[in-house]
């Protein structure tokens, strides 16, 4: 679910560089869950440009069942 999340918001120039996980509960057939994307930091290392962004899933009885940490490389606003 966090992959997808992530790589469907990264977009086709985005590299998604890691991605971890904890499934805190578990997700019955017919849970719907949430899933919402901060982004805690941007940075540049050796000209690549960074995000982290903190990830959480929660289901439609507001529990979470999921967070996450992801690190994408996306192209710079000025190369564009």
Known sequence: WLTHFM?????????LK???????????VGDTLHI???????????GEH??????????????RSVVGHAVASLPSRSHR
């Open 36 to 46: 919402t994307g901060e982004i805690t930091r941007k940075h540049v290392v050796d």
């Open 18 to 28: 890691r991605l971890s996980c904890q499934v805190r509960r578990h997700n019955p």
């Open 7 to 15: 790589t469907n918001w990264i977009g086709d120039d985005g590299v």
């Open 50 to 63: 960074l995000i982290d962004v903190a990830l959480s899933a929660v289901n439609q009885d507001g529990e």
